[in-house]
């Protein structure tokens, strides 16, 4: 009888809580990512799903609770030794972040020249290949404006892969992109996944790419974890908030006229 061994759990977060200011943004929530997955964090806007990935980045310190990327306590770590685990992670912002003075080659190569020791012939050799793998090939020469904005986030994704992180972050990779790019970008993040092995994490609202792309999602709204699952599971799943979110349908807050009276004077 084969035993079935549990998956590898790559990223592991238990009772995480975030404030901006006084303002609560994530409740005591707690997730596991396995190794090798595509896991999807959705939400709608305000829900808490960017909070969410900037504490797993490191780039948030939680109010409380625990994360542990790769083993690493990263709530604890020190600032050189967060440096040291950010050297494994791969990050794709939503609006690529490239920096507009600097050619293709120079953004992909930039990871290199702040982390590795390399000759320019090899950080070339190893920019082209990225470039081959996004399809960008023969692109490195262009400067930022003369791309397309399909073209910029693939440029941008090819620096986030340019050193082979065990981890890659998107944050709305399929944000401002016409429906077909956004159909390519998908197929790109599957082909990351198989080709690299590696373990992926997505932040998005966009339901069709979410649900074509991910082994699991996440469901995020008003700071709670509302579900964990396949994507049949979180399609089947009876939670009203989560089928509002699925069904694009509003919420239908109760509005207390006091508390309301109270927010627009300032009245304590």
Known sequence: MEIKQEPK???NISNLSAHYGERRILNNVSMAINDGEIMVIMGSSGSGKTTLLRSMLGLKKPTSGTIQLMDKEITTLSTKDLYKVRQQLGVSFQGGALFSSMSVRENIQLPLCEHTKLDQKTMDIMCRLKLEVVNLSGYENLMPAELSGGMLKRVALARSIIMDPRLLFFDEPSAGLDPVTSAELDELIITLKHAMKMTIV?????LESAF???DRITVVDQGD???IGTVEE???C????????LNRRPRNDTINADEYLRRLTGAA
Do not use: F, M
Not at 202 to 206: F, G, S
Not at 238 to 244: D, H
């Open 9 to 11: 759990q790559i990223i």
């Open 225 to 227: 974890i509302l579900i």
């Open 202 to 206: 997505v932040v998005t609202h966009e």
């Open 234 to 236: 979180v399609k089947n």
């Open 212 to 214: 074509r792309i991910a």
């Open 238 to 245: 009876s939670n009203e908030r989560v089928q509002n979110l």
